[in-house]
């Protein structure tokens, strides 16, 4: 099965192979650079939280010279699809929670994934894998690390409303039990400012 996305063709079979595709509107020597550059990027993160323990795919190989990495393939279900299935919700709020503590994970090791979705989590036989580190980079801002889990509650009402207050609390949960409370304090004053932001959009459209 092929994937294709803005960013990159996504090809599973027994494994997945992902390649990063050449952007015609970039200078080209600049469009290589940047494609080998998120390539090495995406591979090191990979490479480093498995190292650490954490529930991603296993780096199989990595081409720089044709931005293409080879990842072990999580057989599952997508966590999006799980949390509107008839699922018990008390197993939907343990997988949140655990989605939680995968991602404070992820945050110990100085890296934020960029892209958190209900999408970007797998519900395997062997437990719950994160996945797709494309927009991943290393970071020690709390700022960056507040902005992932400010991504993550607004994916998470969008997609599932009727779930969302349970969802993202037990997702909360799971977070402060490995993750930095600091964090936690600053996702308050980055929605604190989306929500400002909203107030003067709307502002500006009613004058």
């Keep these: 099965m092929e994937i294709r996305g803005a960013e990159a063709v996504i090809r599973i079979g027994k494994e997945v192979e992902k390649e990063r ?15 080998k550059r998120r390539t090495r990027r995406e591979a090191k993160i990979l490479k ?24 072990e393939r ?3 279900v997508v966590l ?12 939907k709020i343990k997988l949140c929670e655990e989605a939680g503590m995968i991602v404070a994970g992820i945050h110990s090791e100085g890296i934020a994934h960029g892209d958190l979705t209900t999408s970007n ?42 779930l969302s207050r ?26 604190g400012r989306g929500r400002y932001k909203g107030k003067s959009l709307k502002r500006r459209v009613t004058y």
Excluded: W
Excluded at 170 to 177: E, I, R, S, T, V
């Design 48 to 71: 480093r939280l498995k190292e650490k323990g954490i529930a991603v795919p296993g780096l199989i190989s990595v081409d720089e010279s044709s931005s293409r990495i080879v990842m």
């Design 74 to 76: 999580i057989k599952g």
């Design 121 to 162: 989590f797998i519900v395997a036989d062997s437990g719950l894998f994160i996945i797709d580190f494309g927009l991943s980079f290393f970071t020690s801002r709390t700022e960056d690390f507040a902005v992932d889990i400010h991504l993550m509650r607004q994916a998470i009402e969008s997609k599932h409303y009727s």
């Design 166 to 191: 349970e969802c993202f609390k037990a997702f909360l949960k799971g977070y402060k039990k490995k993750g930095d409370k600091e964090v936690v304090k600053r996702l308050g004053l980055v929605e």
């Design 80 to 91: 999006r699809d799980y949390l509107e299935s008839g699922s018990s919700l008390t197993n």
């Design 21 to 35: 595709i050449k952007k015609g509107y970039r200078i080209a020597e600049i469009d290589s650079m940047m494609r």
